[in-house]
């Protein structure tokens, strides 16, 4: 019963959170789609190959990828005419195995770019799996079962490129803001479950090399954390009937109201785990918005030459 449960919850990762309790749903292997605006996240000393990736679709639509060995960033722009001059790097979840690129990849940064941020997804390297999609699924669904309970601390966080790719983006997309016409102090960073995780890691961790100047910590772990005197501002969303991170409260949020750091919290009622831009029929389809009223209210939508 715990493994099926664990194998529901990668489930909700990438697909359809209201199918968890009936196991994961259906994926189909397809050809890796074609990504002609993604670049190398290293330029020539980009590491892995593109051939690496074993792509699939869930439910028909969602396209999701795994053993990604060669990280890229890909830009999602606004209209001129919209463009706030803010931005933001987007971080898909899936375990540290699996990247829901369509779900919490793509879609979010179309969203972004449709209010005026431009978007950058990263496709940071995955903990690799093995190539047979029955086996991957029976090796993630046991990788999880030894996570519960200690998420952050766990060997997936543990032995993952992702931060440091995380890391990479941010410093990437602060390099190149003057070519995307972006104000360098207003780069943040949102995350969607693993993808939370990395955001986390980004913002919190010492050694970042150019902090976000916001965090969108969508589905993450609430588990308590110190809080350095320079975190980013947090945009904290979850919802409370959450299978895979069970309500523990809002430890992350306390720690950052002790620290006397920005911080919004959203406990939507339902929606369980990777409801992505939301689950038609519950609140969760107002994260987005409500994120985007968040940064505006911060200041991170304004332009310097707005009046």
């Given at each position: ?29 397809v050809?890796?789609?074609?990504e ?80 005026g ?110 809080i350095?005197?320079n975190a ?32 919004e ?42 009046k």
């Amino acid at each position: 019963m715990k493994v099926r449960f664990l194998a529901s919850a990668l489930a909700l990762m990438v697909a359809a959170p209201a199918m968890a309790e009936n196991g994961p749903p259906p994926s189909v292997p397809v050809a890796a789609p074609a990504e002609p605006d993604a670049i190398p996240l290293y330029g020539d000393k980009t590491p892995g190959t593109s051939a690496s990736e074993q792509w699939v679709k869930f439910m028909g639509r969602d396209l999701a990828a795994r053993n990604v060995t060669r990280p890229t960033i890909t830009p999602v722009l606004p209209d001129p005419a919209k463009a706030t001059g803010a931005a933001v790097v987007v971080a898909p979840g899936g375990a540290f195995m699996i990247l829901a690129m369509d779900h919490e990849g793509w879609s979010v940064a179309r969203a972004l770019a449709d209010r005026g941020i431009a978007a950058f997804v990263l496709k940071y390297r995955l903990n690799p799996t093995p190539k047979d999609e029955a086996e991957a699924g029976k090796y993630m669904g046991e990788a999880l079962m030894k996570e519960v309970g200690r998420p952050m601390s766990g060997d997936l966080l543990g032995k993952s490129a992702a931060p440091a790719d995380g890391k990479a983006a941010m410093a990437w997309v602060q390099a190149n803001a003057a070519k995307y016409g972006i104000d360098p102090a207003r780069i943040g960073m949102i995350g969607f479950s693993a993808g939370a995780m990395t955001a986390r890691r980004v913002g919190l961790d010492a050694d970042t090399p150019v902090r976000p100047a916001f965090l969108g910590y969508i589905y993450g772990p609430q588990d308590p954390e110190p809080i350095p005197a320079n975190a980013p501002p947090l945009f904290n969303a979850i919802a409370l009937d959450d299978g895979l991170f069970p309500n523990k409260g809002f430890a992350i949020a306390q720690n950052y109201l002790e620290a006397k750091r920005p911080v919004e919290i959203h406990g939507y009622q339902t929606g369980n785990h990777g409801f992505g831009l939301g689950v038609p029929g519950t609140t969760t389809t107002l994260m987005i918005d409500e994120f985007t009223a968040w940064l505006k209210m911060q200041g991170f939508l304004t332009r310097k030459d707005s009046k």
